[in-house]
C-alpha cells in the first residue's frame, strides 16, 4: 500500500510478560513502521519496555508513550533517552506528558503549574539531547550546568514529543517540543483543531492513536471495536469531541447512560467509524487516509480483541 504517513501498533499495557517480546518481534515481522508502548501508573515502565523491544527487533521504530513529566528527573530521562538512541540509532521517538492527574496526585507528583513543569522539562531534556550544558534555575526544573559527555550524546538526538490535549499544553508543545502525540480518538477534525492550536514554526510530527479493529466483515469489526471507546467521553476527551458535528448529540448520549457498556452498545455504528479506524481493511485504509490527509503524520492503532496478537494480524491488511 502507498500511503502518505505512517502506520504503528500499541503494545498493550496489559500483555501477558511471556507475549510482550513475541508481539514486538510479530509487529516487526508484519511490516509495521512503529510500535509504541505504554507507560500507565501500576503497569510497566516505559524506558525498560522499549529498551527490552528494541532489542528483539531489528527494524521498527519504537515510541515510547508517555513518560509523565513529573516521574523522573529531566538529567536523568535525558540520559536513558540517549542510551537508547545511541543503542539503536534512528529507532526510538520519546514521548512526554503531564500524566493523569489523579495518578500522579497519588505519587505525590502532580505540580503546582503543569504548564511551566511541561515547558521547562521538555526544554531541558531536548536541549541535554543535542549536547548542551544546561542552566536552569525554573519554577520546577533546576539543572547547574549539567550536560551530557560527548561519548554519550546521540549523532541524531531522538525526537522528543509532548503527549498532551487541552489548547495551553498544544501550544507548549508548538513551542518546545519536535511534535505532538494526540490520545484517542484522533479524528480527522481533532487533528486539524490540535494542529491551529500548536501552531509550530518549525517541522512538527503530528502522532495519533486511534481503537482499531479491521475484519472481512465490517459489521463485525465495529461491534468488535465499541469496548476500546468505553471511556471516551469522560470530561478529559473534551477537546477530542468538541470538533465533532455530533458533539452534543455525543454528550447527551453519555449523560443518559448508566454504565460505559450501556454507552457503547448505545453508540450508532456512524459514530463509531468515526472515533476509530474499523471496518473492512478497505474502510480503515480509507479511514487512515482522511487522518493523514488532515495533518496526522503517524497513526498509531490500539489493536482491540481478546487475542491482541491475533487482533494486529487481522490490523496488518492494511499495510
Known amino acids: 500500500m502507498s500511503r502518505s504517513?505512517?502506520?504503528?501498533?500499541?503494545?498493550?499495557?496489559?500483555?501477558?510478560p511471556s507475549q510482550v517480546?513475541?508481539?514486538?518481534?510479530?509487529?516487526?515481522?508484519?511490516?509495521?513502521?512503529e510500535l509504541w508502548v505504554v507507560e500507565d501508573l501500576g503497569f510497566r515502565g516505559g524506558m525498560a519496555q522499549a529498551s527490552a523491544v528494541l532489542a528483539v527487533t531489528a527494524r521498527v521504530r519504537v515510541g515510547i508513550g508517555l513518560l509523565p513529566v513529573g516521574a523522573r528527573n529531566a538529567a536523568f530521562a535525558a540520559m536513558e533517552a540517549a542510551t537508547l538512541a545511541q543503542l539503536f540509532p534512528g529507532r526510538v521517538d520519546v514521548g512526554i506528558g503531564h500524566g493523569m492527574p489523579g495518578w500522579m496526585r497519588s505519587v505525590g507528583e502532580w505540580p503546582?503549574?503543569?504548564?511551566?513543569?511541561?515547558?521547562?522539562?521538555?526544554?531541558?531534556?531536548?536541549?541535554?539531547?543535542?549536547?548542551?550544558?544546561?542552566?536552569?534555575?525554573?519554577?520546577?526544573?533546576?539543572?547547574?550546568?549539567?550536560?551530557?559527555?560527548?561519548?554519550?550524546?546521540?549523532?541524531?538526538p531522538p525526537p522528543v514529543l509532548a503527549g498532551v490535549r487541552g489548547p495551553r499544553s498544544l501550544a507548549v508543545s508548538g513551542r518546545v517540543a519536535d511534535g505532538t502525540i494526540l490520545a484517542e480518538p484522533t479524528t480527522p477534525e481533532y487533528a486539524r483543531a490540535a494542529l491551529a492550536r500548536i501552531d509550530a514554526r518549525r517541522p512538527h510530527r503530528l502522532v495519533g492513536?486511534?481503537?482499531?479493529?479491521?475484519?472481512?466483515?465490517?459489521?463485525?469489526?465495529?461491534?468488535?471495536?465499541?469496548?476500546?471507546?468505553?471511556?471516551?467521553?469522560?470530561?478529559?476527551?473534551?477537546?477530542h469531541i468538541a470538533p465533532l458535528?455530533?458533539?452534543?448529540?455525543f454528550a447527551a448520549l453519555r449523560r443518559e447512560c448508566g454504565s460505559r457498556?450501556?454507552?457503547?452498545?448505545?453508540?450508532?455504528?456512524?459514530?463509531?467509524?468515526?472515533?476509530?479506524?474499523?471496518?473492512?481493511?478497505?474502510?480503515?485504509?480509507?479511514?487512515?487516509?482522511?487522518?493523514?490527509?488532515?495533518?496526522?503524520?503517524?497513526?498509531?492503532?490500539?489493536?482491540?480483541?481478546?487475542?491482541?496478537?491475533?487482533?494486529?494480524?487481522?490490523?496488518?491488511?492494511?499495510?
Not at 21 to 33: Q, V
Not at 213 to 237: F, K, N, Q, S
Not at 245 to 249: G, L, N, R
Not at 266 to 291: F, I, K, S, Y
Open 5 to 16: 504517513g505512517s502506520v504503528g501498533v500499541m503494545l498493550p499495557r496489559d500483555l501477558a
Open 21 to 33: 517480546l513475541p508481539f514486538a518481534r510479530r509487529a516487526d515481522e508484519l511490516g509495521f513502521d
Open 112 to 156: 503546582a503549574s503543569p504548564l511551566t513543569l511541561l515547558e521547562e522539562y521538555l526544554g531541558a531534556v531536548t536541549a541535554l539531547l543535542r549536547g548542551e550544558a544546561v542552566e536552569r534555575h525554573g519554577g520546577h526544573v533546576t539543572l547547574d550546568g549539567v550536560r551530557l559527555e560527548d561519548a554519550c550524546v546521540p549523532d541524531s
Open 209 to 239: 492513536y486511534n481503537v482499531a479493529a479491521v475484519d472481512a466483515d465490517a459489521g463485525a469489526a465495529v461491534d468488535a471495536v465499541r469496548a476500546g471507546l468505553e471511556w471516551i467521553g469522560e470530561p478529559d476527551w473534551t477537546p
Open 245 to 249: 458535528p455530533f458533539a452534543e448529540e
Open 261 to 319: 457498556e450501556e454507552f457503547v452498545r448505545r453508540l450508532p455504528e456512524e459514530w463509531v467509524r468515526q472515533l476509530a479506524v474499523t471496518g473492512t481493511p478497505d474502510d480503515a485504509r480509507a479511514r487512515l487516509d482522511e487522518l493523514f490527509a488532515a495533518g496526522v503524520d503517524s497513526a498509531v492503532l490500539f489493536p482491540i480483541g481478546e487475542d491482541p496478537l491475533h487482533a494486529m494480524e487481522k490490523l496488518a491488511a492494511v499495510l
